[in-house]
């Protein structure tokens, strides 16, 4: 059983910024891509940004130049960089991991951007 744990989020003012972290366990398995969604009061999901096993990243338009995303493949982990926060990047942010053809999901982590 797959497990991941997030951590990093919370409350920022405008401008200011955030890690997020998403480590999944066991470290047995080889874990392809690893990815950040989120979903705000009211909308869907969406895709913020993936990175593959190999480093190659897809980030949404509206968080370009602003948020980068990282991976320690010996720590199965998963970093995202958030700065220049605004408040529309207010949300739940979920971490996503693909193992073989399944993917699995983190519980969240609430990220409130607000002066």
């Known amino acids: 059983q797959v497990q991941l744990v997030e951590s990093g989020g919370g409350l920022v003012q405008p401008g200011g910024s955030l890690r997020l972290s998403c480590a999944a366990s066991p470290s047995i398995f080889r874990i392809e891509d690893m990815g950040w969604y989120r979903q705000a009061p009211g909308k869907e999901r969406e895709l913020v940004a993936t990175i593959t096993r190999g480093g190659s990243t897809i980030f949404a338009d509206s968080v370009k130049g602003r948020f980068t995303i990282s991976r320690d493949n010996a720590l199965n982990t998963v970093y995202l960089q ?3 926060l605004k408040v529309e990047d207010t ?4 971490c996503r991991v693909v193992i073989g053809i399944r993917d699995y999901w983190g519980q969240g982590t609430q990220v409130a951007v607000s002066s």
């Open 82 to 84: 958030m700065n220049s």
């Open 91 to 94: 949300a739940v942010y979920y």
